[in-house]
C-alpha cells in the first residue's frame, strides 16, 4: 500500500512548482499586454519600449550596476511584507521602517566615527536592524495582542514613522550646513561602505541575497519556520497545536522589520553618507509588490528585486528617449501588481497541475 | 391556502468533469406526501435536489411539476414553480425580528416598507398557519427548533407548494425533532404542501414518512411505500450491506483518578452569548464521558478552551493534577490531543501537503520529546506514510495539499495525527459529522479503542445516539452551563432531551 500511494502521483510535487512559476510569468505576460495597449495610446511603440527596457536595465556592464544597486535595497524591504506575510499577515509599512533604520544608523554612527570603520558599520548595522524591528514589531503586538488589523495598523504608522523621521532631520539632528536638502550630519567619507572587490557594486546586494537564503533556510527548513506556515495557513490549527502564535506573529514581525532597517542602514553607510529624504524613496512600497510577486517565497523575491531594480534603472533612459513621463514606470508597476493579485485565481483553475491528476 | 403539487424527476445524470454525481436517477413524490431522500454522504441526495431547485443543470433527463413538464435552469425558475428548501443551516438573519425576516425574504420588497400594514398582513397570515412563531422575536434569541419552524413559515409566506427539508433534525432535541416531523407531516397530509426530508436517521424515516427513494453513489437504489419496507432494506439500499456496522466492543473499567479536572471555569461573554460556566466536569482513564447540547450551548466553547483557541476568566484545568493551559509543551508533555469538529477548518492547514499536515503535532520534537530546530524531512515524509497505510487515507499523493481530500479522509489524517503514539487525553468534538456509514463506523471504533487502551476521552456531540452508543457517563450542557451528568448506561433520550432543553 505504500509504495502503490507513492507510485499514483509520483510527479505531483514537480507541477506543483511548475504551476508556482507559470502563474506569476502569465500575470507578467498579462501586465505587459495590457501596458503596451497603454503605450499604443501615447503613441509610443511597445517594441521601443521593450528594447530600452533591456537596454536600460540589464544591456550594459553600467545598466546593470545600476538595477543591481536598485534592487539591493528592495531585497530587504520585499522580506519586510514577505516574512509576516508566510504568517498571513500584509504588512505594507516596510518604508518607516527604512527611513527610521536609516535614521538610528546615523545616529548610532555619529559619536563613533573617530574610531575604527569596522565599529562604525557594526553600529549602524545593529542599530538600523534594532529601529526597524521595533517599528514593525508595534504593529505584530497590536495584531497579536489587540487584534488590530496589521495592514491598516502598519499603514498609519508608517506616516508616523516618516513624520518623525522629518521631525528629527529637519530639526534637532539637522546639519545647518545641509540648505537645499535637510539632512543630519554625515558619518564621513572613510566609513563609507566601499564596493565588494571584482562587481562594482556597494556591499547592499550580497548582504540581501544572503538574507533572502537565510529566510527561507529559516521559513522551509526549521521547526520555527513551519510553525510560522502552520499559523499562516490556519490560525485555528496552530493554536490547536499549542503553538506560539503570540510569539510568532513578534517574531515575523521583528525579523521583516528588522532587514527593512538594515535597508536603511545599508543606504545610509552606501549612498548616501547622512540620513536625509533620500532614503524615503519608496524601497519600502516597491518591496510589496515584489514580495507579493514572489508570492512570500523569499528565494523568488531575488528575481523579482533585480526585475523591478531593472525597470527603475531603466526609468531615466525612457524619459530621456521616449519622451514619456517618469510615472510611466509607476503605471507599469501598478499593471503588473494587478496582475498578480488576479493571477490568484488561476491556481487550482487548470485540472493537470493538480494532484491525481495525470494518473 | 395553496394547494400542494407533485413533482417527477426523469433519468437525472449529472456529471462534473469525470465523476458522476447522478446517473438515470428517478424520483416520484406524490402529491401532499412526506417523501424521505435516503442516502450516505456523497450518495448524490443534494445534488439531485439541487438539479430540482435550478442550482445545477441536470445533463439528462427531465422534471414534471405539476403534471407539466418543467425547465428550471435558475433558482428563479423553481422560485416560479413554487418549489422552495430549507436548508441544513439556517439562513434567516439572527439579528432581525422573525417579522422583518419574512418581508425581506419576499421578491419585491417595496422601496420603502410599511411595517404597520406588513405587520397587519402577516399577523393574518399567521393565524391562517398551524404553528405560530412571534413575529416580534429577534431569530437569534430563538431556540433552534423554532429558528427551523420559522424556516419552514418562510417558506410557507412565499407560497412554496413543494418543499425539500436538509437534514431537518440534525440540530433538534429528540422532543423538538419528533414535533416538527409531525407538524411537517400534518401539513403535507392537509395538502397544504408536498415535502421532501433529506435525511440518514432511519428512525424518522419509519415514523414519519410516507415513502422514501434511496441513492446510493449516485445511483437509485430502490424506492417505495415506507409500511412496505423494514430497517433491515433500507439499510441495505443505502450502504449495500443488510447490517450496519456493529457497535464497536466495550473494555475495562474507568479508573478513580481524574485525568481531565474542569473546575469553577469561567470565560468572557462573547458577542451577546452566555460565556460559560462550568463548575465541575471530570474524565477518567479508560472512560469516555459525553457532552450533550443542542448546538450553541458552549459545547464549541468548552472545546475552544481546552485546545487553547479561547482564554478563560477564572477557574482552573488540571490534567494530571497540574494547572493546563494548552501550550505546546503541556499538551506534549500530557500527551494531551484534540481532534476539533470541522476538522479542515479547525485542525488543518488547507495549503500544507498531507505529510506536512500529519506532522503538525511532532515536526518540532526529536527522539525523546527534545525541541529540534531543523525539520526532519525524511523522517516526516516517512511518518506520514505510516499514517497513510494504516488509515487507509486516500490521497492523490503524499504532497498533495490537504484540502484537495474528501471530507472522510480529512478525518482520517486528523485521527492518525492525534492518535499517534501514546494519548493520555482526547478531546473529540462532533467526529462523525458529513461521514459516510463506513466511516462514522470506523472513526467510533478508533475512538473506543483509544478509550479501551486507558485514554480518557471527552467527548462532545450534537449526535444523541453516537453519545448514547460511545459515552460510559453522560454530561449535559444547556446555556453554556453542565445541568446534569448521569451514567451512561440505562440513560433515557427523553429525559437527556428535557435536559438539553433546560426543563427538570
Known sequence: ?359 | MTHAIGVEAIGIGKHFGSFHALSDVSLKVRPGSVHGLLGENGAGKSTLVKCLLGYYQADAGSFVVDGREATIARPADADALGLGMVYQHFTLVPSMTVAENLVMSRRNVPGVINWRTEIDGLTQFMQRMPFKVPLNAVVGNLAAGERQKTEIIKQLYLERKFLVLDEPTSVLTPQEATEMLGLVRGLAHSGALTIVIITHKLKEVAAFVDDVTVLRRGRMAGTGAVKDLGPTDLTAMMIGEPHAPKDPERKGTPTSEARLAVTALRTADDGGRKGLSIDSLTVRAHEIVGIAGVSGNGQKELVEVLGGQRPYASGSVMVDNEPYFATREQSQAHDVRVLPEEPLRNGCVPPMTVVDNLNLRSFDTGAKKSWRWWLDRAGMAARGQSMIAAYGIRTPSPQAPIGVLSGGNVQRCVLARELDGDVRLLIVANPCFGLDVKAVAETRARIMAARNSGTAVLLISEDLDEILELADRIVVMHDSAVVHEMPAAGADPQEIGRHMLGHH
Open chain 1, 1 to 359: 500500500m505504500n509504495t502503490l500511494i507513492a507510485a499514483t502521483d509520483r510527479w505531483y510535487p514537480l507541477r506543483r512548482s511548475a504551476e508556482a512559476v507559470l502563474a506569476p510569468l502569465v500575470a507578467l505576460i498579462g501586465a505587459a499586454v495590457l501596458f503596451s495597449i497603454f503605450l499604443l495610446f501615447l503613441d509610443a511603440s511597445p517594441l521601443d519600449f521593450l528594447d530600452l527596457v533591456w537596454r536600460g536595465a540589464f544591456g550594459s556592464s553600467f545598466s546593470l550596476q545600476n538595477t543591481v544597486q536598485r534592487a539591493a535595497p528592495l531585497l530587504l524591504t520585499a522580506l519586510c511584507v514577505a516574512i509576516p506575510g508566510q504568517l498571513g499577515l500584509v504588512i505594507i509599512g516596510g518604508e518607516a521602517a527604512v527611513v527610521l533604520g536609516g535614521l538610528a544608523a546615523t545616529v548610532a554612527a555619529l559619536p563613533l566615527i573617530n574610531t575604527s570603520p569596522i565599529v562604525v558599520w557594526a553600529a549602524m548595522a545593529v542599530a538600523g536592524s534594532a529601529m526597524g524591528a521595533f517599528w514593525i514589531g508595534i504593529s505584530g503586538w497590536l495584531k497579536a495582542k489587540l487584534n488590530v488589523n496589521e495592514t491598516i495598523a502598519s499603514l498609519v504608522l508608517a506616516y508616523v514613522g516618516l513624520a518623525l523621521f522629518n521631525h528629527f532631520v529637519e530639526g534637532l539632528l539637522r546639519d545647518p550646513a545641509s540648505l537645499n536638502k535637510p539632512s543630519t550630519y554625515g558619518i564621513g567619507d572613510d566609513n563609507m561602505l566601499g564596493t565588494v572587490p571584482w562587481f562594482d557594486v556597494h556591499p547592499g546586494l550580497p548582504v540581501g541575497i544572503v538574507a533572502c537564503v537565510l529566510c527561507w533556510v529559516l521559513i522551509y527548513r526549521t521547526s520555527v519556520g513551519f510553525a510560522c506556515r502552520v499559523t499562516g495557513g490556519n490560525i485555528r490549527a496552530a493554536q490547536l497545536q499549542g503553538l506560539p502564535v503570540t510569539k510568532l506573529i513578534l517574531l515575523a514581525c521583528a525579523i521583516g522589520g528588522g532587514c527593512a532597517g538594515l535597508a536603511g542602514a545599508i543606504q545610509v553607510a552606501a549612498e548616501y553618507g547622512r540620513a536625509n529624504a533620500s532614503l524615503n524613496a519608496g524601497f519600502g512600497y516597491t518591496g510589496i509588490l515584489i514580495a507579493f510577486l514572489a508570492r512570500f517565497n523569499p528565494l523568488a523575491i531575488i528575481p523579482m528585486a533585480i526585475l523591478l531594480g531593472g525597470l527603475g534603472a531603466a526609468g531615466g533612459l525612457l524619459q530621456r528617449r521616449m519622451g514619456l513621463p517618469d510615472a510611466t514606470i509607476q503605471v507599469l508597476q501598478g499593471l503588473i501588481f494587478v496582475s498578480i493579485l488576479a493571477s490568484d485565481t488561476l491556481y487550482g483553475r487548470f485540472r493537470w497541475f493538480q494532484p491525481g491528476a495525470t494518473t
